[in-house]
């Protein structure tokens, strides 16, 4: 079993170091399971529990105050699981197995998609704020308006603050387009996992969202193709601008130059540069082939890894 791990693409981390054995322990883990599938979500789960990454504990915070998980899954035989827009869920990569295993759909979304988790065992009721996220939530410029204010409401104090830094300063107009903006600025955010298993993969991206997103806002992580793919010619998770993501369906593009011959590292390569091109915005991804190759790439200011087979470490 090989497994590559990324912990989101964006600025650098506060706790590089801390962050990497959090990485490593996930790609490790992936790499003792039985199945890609087992792999990736063994991995992901790892992460998902983890409050320095924004997905699981330690997700964003909505407009309205409350953080909401997403997750996609994607085999190499088209197996397909997504669940997006729910609070309470920390293992939202499992739910996004649960969907592809034990339904015919390929995703499920909001209070249905939490309820759906909570008939199969899964924990629905975790708080996913840190004290971290809490401080910084209570630190924002302006109050953000109730949670029960009419939609416009919250999304002209959306308009304000969605893409902007961490000091409330404006992204600059490089970093938009179309009067969008960097899903990313200031943030880490998503993570994700590649494994496989001789011609066999599994891909899953799980997420906490985007900081002072539109509440229910949902990016490309639980989008089939954007933020996670497979084939068999390889797997991809992306990380970054989710709009932009999903607009190119990046993943995708990925998977596709792994099917035309490409290798691990051109894929990945080739995926960012054309989203770049495309839309101006920041991403990464990582990749691995059916040769056994592993590709990352990225175009923010950083992008942690890790990688791991058995019997080695890293």
Request: charged fraction near 25%; glycine fraction near 12%; proline fraction near 4%.
């Amino acid at each position: 079993m090989q497994v590559i791990v990324h912990g989101g693409a964006g600025s650098p981390a506060d706790e590089p170091d801390d962050r990497q054995q959090v990485l490593d322990e996930a790609a490790t883990t992936g790499s003792e399971a039985a199945t890609p599938t087992d792999a990736v979500v063994a991995a992901v789960n790892v992460l998902e529990r983890d409050e320095r990454f924004n997905a699981g504990v330690g997700s964003a915070v909505q407009s309205d105050g409350i953080p909401r998980t997403d997750a996609g899954l994607m085999t190499d035989d088209r197996e397909v699981g997504a669940a997006c827009a729910m609070p309470g869920v920390r293992d939202a990569a499992a739910v996004a197995r649960l969907v592809a295993e034990e339904t015919p759909h390929v995703q499920v979304a909001g209070v249905h998609a939490v309820d759906l988790a909570d008939d199969f065992g899964i924990d629905t009721s975790v708080d996913l704020r840190t004290d971290a996220t809490r401080e910084r939530w209570n630190g924002m410029d302006e109050a953000a308006p109730p949670a029960k204010a009419p939609a416009q409401d919250h999304l002209a104090w959306v308009r304000e603050r969605f893409g902007r830094s961490e000091a409330g300063t404006a992204v600059p107009d490089a970093d938009r387009r179309d009067g969008g903006v960097d899903d990313h600025h200031g943030d880490h955010d998503t993570v994700g996992a590649v494994a496989r298993d001789h011609d066999r993969f599994a891909a899953v991206t799980s997420t906490g969202g985007r900081w002072a997103a539109l509440a229910g806002r949902v990016g490309d992580v639980p989008q089939v193709g954007c933020g996670f793919y497979c084939s068999r010619a390889g797997g991809a998770s992306a990380t970054g601008a989710g709009e932009d993501i999903a607009r190119v369906t990046m993943a995708r593009r990925a998977v596709a130059h792994l099917e035309m011959g490409r290798d691990a590292q051109d894929a990945a390569d080739l995926a960012v540069e054309e989203l770049a091109d495309a839309t101006g915005s920041e991403a990464g991804i990582i990749v691995l082939d059916n040769a056994g190759g592993v590709g990352e790439a990225y175009n923010s200011d950083a992008m942690q890894t890790a990688v791991a087979a058995p019997g080695t470490s890293d």
